[in-house]
C-alpha cells in the first residue's frame, strides 16, 4: 500500500507561483511514475504533468513551459512547480503513483487562482 500526502496549495494572484508537494511513503524509484491531475469544479480530472520512473516527463499542452515536474528520490517526494498561474489552472491537484498494476491516489491539495 503505498500512502500519498500532497501539500503546498493555497490562493495565489494571477501571475504568481506555487509549488506542490507529494509526499510518499515509500522510495519513489519502485513507481513506475508519477504524475500531477488537476480537477476544475464540474470538469473532469485531467493530466497536468507526468514522469517514468527513468526521467521521461509529459504536460498537458496548457501547461508546457510554465508548470515543471520534479523528484527528489532522497525525501521521496515529488514536485510540481507552477509558475505563471492562471485563473483557469484553479482546481484541486492531485498526486498519482503507478506501482505495477496499481494506481494510488493522494487526497488532493486546493490551487485558487484569483485575478
Known amino acids: 500500500q503505498v500512502q500519498l500526502v500532497e501539500s503546498g496549495g493555497g490562493l495565489v494572484q494571477a501571475g504568481g507561483s506555487l509549488r506542490l508537494s507529494c509526499s510518499a511513503s515509500?522510495?519513489?524509484?519502485?513507481?513506475?511514475?508519477m504524475g500531477w491531475y488537476r480537477q476544475a469544479p464540474g470538469k473532469q480530472r485531467e493530466l497536468v504533468a507526468d514522469m517514468t520512473r527513468g526521467g521521461s516527463t509529459n504536460y498537458a499542452d496548457s501547461v508546457k513551459g510554465r508548470f515543471t515536474i520534479s523528484r527528489d528520490g532522497a525525501k521521496n517526494t515529488a514536485y510540481l512547480q507552477m509558475n505563471s498561474l492562471k485563473r483557469e489552472d484553479t482546481g484541486v491537484y492531485y498526486c498519482k503513483a503507478n506501482v505495477w498494476s496499481n494506481e494510488y491516489w493522494g487526497q488532493g491539495t486546493q490551487v485558487t487562482v484569483s485575478s
Open positions: 515509500g522510495s519513489i524509484f519502485s513507481f513506475s511514475a
